[in-house]
């Protein structure tokens, strides 16, 4: 059982507010990823990190910036919310393993909205 | 570069009946291919990933997809639905970089 969580699960904020979505995992997975996905709509993949220390941009540009201090740990932080940023914010880990699957595992997700 | 497709946005089906949705990919290289299932409100959910040898590949909840290669296809299937396999459903391609790319979704609805 994968065990990924995300906080808060709803957040409702004003325009220009900095705000910093959480995701913590206790698998030790190395691999982190955050992807953005708006209703309806597909996965797109904002950040990731393959480590401690270690974050790139993904293939969605975005405002938002993640740090990756700890390995269980990889926040995302919006600097100064707009309503643009209204959406699903998913995190998911995968670890790193030669020959594993690249199976990745989601936390339930945080729906921003910006108003 | 890696693409998906799903090609069918939303799929109405009737309880017990058979369902498939269709997914297809292009990729130039090597690729592993998953499904997942998303619930109202919730995160995406393991169905079913093929990496290499049998193309026939089952997962959780009854549901099966087989891998052909020559089609560049990755369908998915279940021979009698439940009304609470009504979610959205995602093919995703991964590559040795380890990155998913996901397809656009198809919600499946099961009608009593």
């Known amino acids: 059982e994968a065990d990924i969580y995300q906080t808060p699960r709803y957040l409702v904020i004003g325009t220009g507010k900095k705000i910093t979505l959480e995701c913590s995992q206790t698998m030790g997975h190395d691999k982190m990823y955050w992807y953005q996905q708006d209703p309806g709509m597909e996965l797109h993949l904002i950040h990731y990190s393959y480590g401690v220390n270690s974050t790139e941009k993904g293939d969605l540009s975005s405002e938002s910036t993640v740090s990756r201090i700890r390995t269980e740990h990889f926040p995302l932080t919006l600097e100064s919310a707009r309503p643009s940023h209204t959406s699903q914010y998913l995190c998911?880990?995968?670890?790193?393993?030669?020959?594993?699957?690249?199976?990745?595992?989601f936390g339930p997700g945080t729906r921003l909205t910006v108003t | 570069a890696q693409s998906v497709t799903q090609l069918d946005s939303q799929v109405p089906v009737f309880e017990e009946a058979p369902v498939e949705l269709r997914c297809n990919y292009s990729?130039?290289?090597?690729?592993?291919l998953f499904w997942y299932v998303q619930y109202p409100n919730q995160g995406l959910q393991l169905l079913l990933k093929y990496l290499s040898g049998s193309t026939l590949v089952k997962g959780i909840n009854g549901f099966e997809a087989e891998f052909n290669k020559s089609q560049t296809s990755f369908h998915l299937r279940k021979p009698s639905v439940h009304i609470s396999d009504t979610a959205e459903y995602f093919c995703a391609v991964c590559t040795s970089y380890g990155k998913l790319t996901f397809g656009q979704g198809t919600i499946l609805t099961v009608h009593p």
């Open positions: 990729s130039s290289v090597s690729v592993y």
């Open positions: 998911a880990s995968s670890p790193r393993l030669a020959g594993e699957s690249y199976e990745q595992y």
